[in-house]
């Protein structure tokens, strides 16, 4: 899985654009919106990213969970105004926390940031937000605003210049007028959004106290770096003065009304926590531990008895390698945090590593961490024998330690229980290599 890395904050690309309008674009329409005909192409895009994101396998194959946010956000959503507008919900396969909303009515919601939801009212304060910038024609203000900039050709070319798979699709949605869609307005449509959508929640009954929490939430920093995974929920500004303000206008409610007010349903997190171990996963694959490491604890806490949620955690272990559990405390200013993830931006994973390692505390980090992925994957055997997943995290630990009898012991029950694994080829060319060092006689370290 790959994510999208801009130094810039996606907002200050966007209000350079905006510099120099006569039309005024702080405020959202909320009646039709007649297009011009060579605005058209937005709904005929639109209506084509859900097959885009279908090729580019970005889309979380799960018809039951997404039926269900559909029925969350039709519950929210005001009366369309136009018939090009038809609201559909659906997940992005994607860690990154962000969620957007095409100008046809799509909406849609990376697994990341489901993930790290309490409860179905945070979803519902995510999507009223996002709704609103549907109902509002967000997109189709922000496109006419583009086109009246001569800054719009320094926006085009920033986006463009991403790379990777979200990199290429924010450069062709940059070249049809939907890069704002994906990855933000201006300030004062976003707080516009947080506003109405603190009324949309209100209307369905949503407990509005959630939406101060959604934004805590999105401000959690475990990597100890920001911005850190980038999307347009990650790099809002001012967070946690978003959070205080909807707490503020929750305040404002009288009690009698907030008491009627709900969470939603009580089993929110059993029926997001396939996607949550999905995405653990993820954040592995895309270099950030920490994160992993975080939501996997959060699934051991919720059910210490769910062998899965076990092997994660050894996952996790795992990939920190030598870092520590936590990111550093020590202060940054936000230029040199942006300067910092664009280094990082630059080296590839093994790069990163030997960086790690070199660090003085390097040993001390690996082998603390070896030796609690090793006790995950041993709780995950002892609750489920049939947990094979964590025979190959062992195999890995021990491969790591220098023990390679234990390795290959290891990974040759892995394969023996699943013979189809799709890391088949891998795991193979793990045991050659194990067998001839043994043959050779490498003492373990």
Not at 144 to 150: D, G, N, V
Not at 164 to 193: H, I, K, M, P, T
Request: charge should be negative.
């Amino acid at each position: 899985m790959l994510w999208l890395v801009v130094c810039l904050p996606v907002h200050s690309i966007a209000e350079a654009a905006d510099a120099g309008s006569n039309q005024r674009d702080d405020k959202g329409i909320y009646s039709e919106v007649v297009m011009a005909a060579k605005e058209y192409h937005l709904i005929e895009t639109s209506a084509e990213m859900h097959d885009q994101f279908l090729r580019r396998g970005l889309r979380y194959n799960d018809r039951e969970l997404e039926g269900w946010i559909q029925q969350i956000g039709v519950r929210l959503a005001p009366k369309t105004t136009d018939s090009y507008q038809h609201y559909r919900f659906y997940i992005v396969q994607d860690p990154s926390p962000n969620a957007f909303a095409l100008p046809d009515g799509q909406v849609y919601v990376h697994s990341g940031l489901i993930s790290r939801l309490q409860n179905e009212a945070q979803l519902a304060a995510l999507l009223a937000h996002e709704i609103n910038h549907v109902a509002g024609h967000h997109g189709i203000l922000a496109y006419r605003s583009q086109q009246k900039k001569a800054a719009a050709g320094l926006f085009f070319r920033l986006a463009g210049a991403a790379t990777g798979g979200w990199g290429q699709l924010a450069g062709s949605l940059a070249e049809v007028g939907l890069y704002s869609s994906v990855f933000g307005y201006s300030r004062a449509l976003e707080q516009e959004a947080d506003a109405r959508g603190f009324e949309l929640m209100l209307g369905a009954r949503y407990d509005v106290r959630e939406m101060s929490k959604l934004f805590e939430i999105l401000n959690q920093d475990f990597e100890g770096l920001r911005p850190r995974l980038n999307g347009k929920w990650s790099t809002h500004p001012d967070l946690l003065l978003r959070a205080e303000f909807a707490s503020a206008r929750a305040d404002s409610i009288p009690e009698s009304q907030l008491s009627e007010l709900h969470l939603g349903r009580e089993d929110f997190r059993s029926r997001v926590r396939p996607l949550a171990l999905a995405a653990v996963t993820d954040y592995i694959l895309d270099d950030y531990p920490r994160t992993a490491l975080e939501l996997s604890r959060d699934l051991v806490d919720e059910n210490p008895d769910d062998a899965l949620a076990w092997v994660a955690k050894g996952h996790s272990y795992v990939a920190l390698g030598a870092l520590t559990e936590y990111g550093s405390d020590l202060p940054m200013t936000e230029q040199e945090k942006r300067q910092q993830v664009k280094v990082r931006s630059k080296m590839t994973r093994d790069e990163l590593r030997i960086q790690w390692e070199s660090s003085p505390e390097a040993g001390v980090n690996i082998e603390r961490n070896l030796a609690e992925a090793e006790k995950a994957y041993r709780i995950a055997l002892d609750l489920d024998g049939n947990a094979v997943e964590a025979h190959a995290g062992l195999g890995e630990v021990y491969l790591r330690r220098g023990k390679y009898e234990d390795s290959a012991r290891e990974l040759m029950t892995y394969l023996k229980l699943r013979p189809q694994a799709p890391d088949r080829s891998v795991v193979m060319d793990d045991l050659r290599d194990l067998t001839q060092k043994i043959r050779a006689g490498t003492p373990d370290e």
